[in-house]
């Protein structure tokens, strides 16, 4: 019952006792109809509050900054149909929606939505009689989420296949490095190297046994995405999502990594680990906290082991320069992609060196900005 309700309901019971008290038929009627008002009004409500059931339409393929027209359709379990049916929802840091419910649905317009996963809190529905005399509230849980996905550039050709470091889309097999993983064990043969000896198999057997090693390719291309700076991090995204998804389109194996809290890892290899890596793309937050340098000390990362390293970063410190010079001395691809306005002195450091490094400035043409000198010069 609702604060009207109940002033209703009070006001009933009081013109009662005035017409008992002063004898006043007239009143009666009054009194009655106040009573039976707010009765059937909480009558009304009550049978019409079955818990309904809640479908949404239109959160698929959701790029950021455009506006997404999501569609209520809601279905009451009841025989009664309910006077008037609202719906208040909210999707994460979004403001929260009333919408009415008309006819089995209803319609709202999200603006201007910015990149992110959206999780819907559980819907709240308020079934109310037409005069406001009761209300009932009902919560509905429905664990569906809004993936607004980064808006990328379609790029022909890349920054770091311009002059001396074009390979024109190829990929170079003669390079591309490998590692050996166990497959299986077997009796030594005369001649072999006793490097390749199973120790723990020689000594349950009794007989030499060595390692039988196969091919383990590494990942071609690893776009390493930093998540340390909230101000430029929307840019980034799009800088490195719109990289990776060149690579993915010429059939290079490619992995996903970023330097977020999770340092989450998604290697691309098929179109269902593309779709992945997007949502990876979609959700990511600016919460890293650790350096950058740092993930390419260790050999066993899935960065320092690929064939192309592409980092994407707004901050280019001594040491992380270190680490990059140092593996293009190694002759291992590298190249650097720096979103910000401000001048970085250890760019121009990278560059003696060989290292293909493109500037990307926020609000500029994000293409232009990563395609190869020559056409960018032209």
Known sequence: MTRRGRATLALGVAVYVVAWVFGSQALYPVATGLLVAVLLAIAWVRASARAPSIRRHGLG?????????????????????PPTLVVVERAG???????????????YVLQNVRRGRYVFDPVRLSIEDPFGLARIEIVKGEPEALVVY??????????SEGGSHAQDGRRLLMRRPTGYELHSVREHMQGESLRAVHWPSTARRGRLMVRELEDAPRDEVVVLLD???????????????S???THVRRG????????????PVQAVNSPGDWHRALELLAAAEPDGKTPLYALLQSEAGVAARSLELV??????????????????????????VFVGNTKEPQLLRLQ?????????????????QLAPREERVA
Not at 354 to 366: E, F, H, K
């Open 150 to 159: 980064p808006r990328l550039v379609d790029l022909p050709a890349l920054f």
């Open 61 to 81: 393929n959701v790029v950021e900054d455009t506006d997404v027209r999501i569609r209520l359709e809601v279905a009451m379990q009841s025989l009664v149909p």
């Open 252 to 263: 290079r194996r490619c992995a996903l990594a970023i330097n977020s809290a999770g340092r």
């Open 311 to 336: 980092v994407v970063t707004s901050r280019v410190d001594g040491a992380l320069a270190d680490r990059l010079v140092q593996r293009a001395l190694s002759r291992r691809g590298v190249s650097l």
């Open 352 to 368: 003696t060196v060989g290292i293909p490094v493109a500037v990307v400035r926020p609000g500029g043409d994000l293409a232009e």
């Open 243 to 245: 990289i990776l998804r």
């Open 227 to 241: 998540a340390t700076d909230p101000v430029t991090f929307d840019v980034a995204v799009r800088a490195g999502g």
């Open 93 to 107: 840091r979004i403001p929260e929606r009333t919408v009415e419910i008309k006819n089995g649905g209803g319609r």
